[in-house]
């Protein structure tokens, strides 16, 4: 079994309603001692000069292996635990995969999530895990160069001191072998020749180590060792646990439901106003949830007519501010929609049986009617990727409406078996991280890129005037293959664009397309067999070298 809890808990305690910390004393285990500079050395082996790929996957998985060797048994009951263990062997999958930036993002959420639960197993919520990891996290590094002090500068009374003590002993032996090995080189040539070969690999290896290692920085030493102990260590943070167990599942009912609030007056005398019986907050809610009502079901059979059923932009009309201004304003008016219907069944007006059926009719109507300009905002986006393309905006969108029709239906919940706003907020949160494995996963560039180039044969509504060309060969250097296969598809728009400088547009034929296309080719080759390491393979990228290692511009063959 392999210990990682080497700290004493921090102590946090409430007083006054303010929380008072008191940092905790790390103290390295016997295996910790020697798998903290191990990991150190790793890390900088893996990560020194490189790219994310091979060397973030293999990390992580050892991390995570590391982590699951303490036999966290609390933590293995929690199926958000077991969740967040696949989650990160998925994206680490992903990293290695394509190595994008969403795929590096899930990897990273993902491990400071599980450290999070293996500190505090009893949480439900995932953002209050990761918070519970990052604590942690703050913790390691603050007593970070104590520990360092304390375990590896050697005095007599401690065990590295002993062992150091012991180490000098073995100095003369040491070096009357040196000497003996020396005299055996000289006297015996073969016994040279069978030395020097055992030796050079291991001695060429030693001194690429040793400048590799001279070469990094100190920030980045600081910067590994701190990685490491993170990994390694872990201290308890309570208090979110503690925080987490206050809010329930469902709305109860309570003696004193009004809301109230106090002001202070500029003589510090404290006057205390209370807001309206729940009759009247109830008449308020009731009126709000009607006028809302009617506004949207105005803004809603305007989107329907005009916008699901044949929509056709007229000539000169801008559809990119359309869906920018539209789609931000719209999902905004959603959003704040969402937290009225929370502010009003916050409390007591859950109970209010005189009224509840129909308040209750009122608020799901509007759920409903919001769900529907969702699905509005949905087709302004269709309509964009139709007529302009497909862009990383684009599936951003996407996935956003997704996750807020999934909100809806959480508000839905709420409405009809008192959910808490605790138990909304933890449904979201994993569906959110289920959108972010679903983005890390994704070959998003490459689908892309295939659908821009292909759409307009089959979409007669694809605007032939607007093809972005800069966008596609930007793109990293796996999306080429793709571009290469689909070449011929760039002699059938009148022209294309690239960005020039300022962010202006500029306009290329076909040929100079194909030009920009076979220099976009032979300068990422050329990168690639220059710079790239086994730390940073990935699939994607060695797939794209395989595929373009012959590959010979147009105008050679």
Known sequence: MLPLFAARTTEWTAAHGLLSWRPARLVLTATQKWLLP???????????????????????????????????????????????VAGTVAAAVAVLLYGSFAAFFACFV????????????????????????????????LGLPGVLIRTYIPTRETKAGRTFWYAKLLLVPVLVLVVFHVLFLLANPRYNALANQ??????????????????????????????????LLRV????????????????????????????????????????????????????????????????????????????????????????????????????LAMGIVLWFFRRNLNFYQPGLPLLRWGATLWVL????????????NYYYIVHMGLAYKRVGVCFFLLLTLFGLATILLKIWQR?????????????????????????????IAGYNLTSHRANPRRDPHH???????????????????????????????????????????????????????AEWRAAYEAEASWQDWTYADWAAYQALKSYQPATNR
């Open 38 to 84: 191990l990991g150190t050395l790793l890390f900088h082996v893996l990560f020194w000069q490189e790219n994310v790929g091979l060397n973030l996957a293999l990390y992580t998985l050892l991390a995570l292996g590391i982590l699951l060797l303490s036999r966290p048994k609390a933590a293995w009951r929690s199926s958000y635990f077991r969740l967040l």
């Open 467 to 521: 093809f972005d060309l800069g966008f596609l060969l930007n793109m990293p250097g796996r999306v080429l293959p793709t571009l290469v296969a689909q070449r011929a598809t760039l002699n059938e728009y009148p022209y294309l664009t690239v960005a020039g400088p300022h962010h202006q547009a500029t306009q290329l034929q076909p040929a100079a397309a194909q030009r920009a296309l076979d220099e976009r080719v």
């Open 419 to 447: 959910r808490s706003a605790f138990s909304l907020v933890r449904l979201n949160s994993l569906a959110a991280y289920v959108v972010l494995l679903c983005l890390a996963l994704g070959n998003w560039e490459i689908w």
């Open 198 to 231: 055992l030796w050079a690999p291991i001695a060429d290896g030693l001194l690429r180590l040793l400048e590799m290692l001279l070469h990094a920085p100190v920030v980045f030493w600081i910067f590994a060792v701190s990685f490491t102990a993170v990994v």
């Open 369 to 380: 009617q919001n769900a529907v300009l969702a699905v509005s905002v949905g087709l302004r």
């Open 110 to 141: 993902s491990m400071a999530m599980v450290l999070g639960f293996a500190n505090q197993p009893h949480l439900k919520q995932l953002f209050l895990a990761g918070m519970t990891g990052g604590f942690s996290a703050a913790e390691v590094l």
């Open 236 to 335: 308890p943070v309570p208090v979110l646990a503690q925080l987490e167990a206050r809010f329930p599942e469902f709305v109860h009912r309570r003696r004193d439901g009004v809301a109230s609030f106090s002001v202070r007056n500029p003589d510090f005398r404290e006057w205390r106003f209370r807001m309206a019986d729940l009759r009247k907050e109830y008449l308020a809610a009731l009126a709000v949830f009607g006028l809302v009502n009617l506004l949207l079901l105005a803004v809603n059979a305007i989107d329907i007519s005009w916008l699901w059923f044949g929509f056709v932009p007229e000539p000169g009309f801008d559809l990119a501010q359309f869906v920018h201004e539209g789609t931000y304003v719209l999902i905004f008016s959603i959003l």
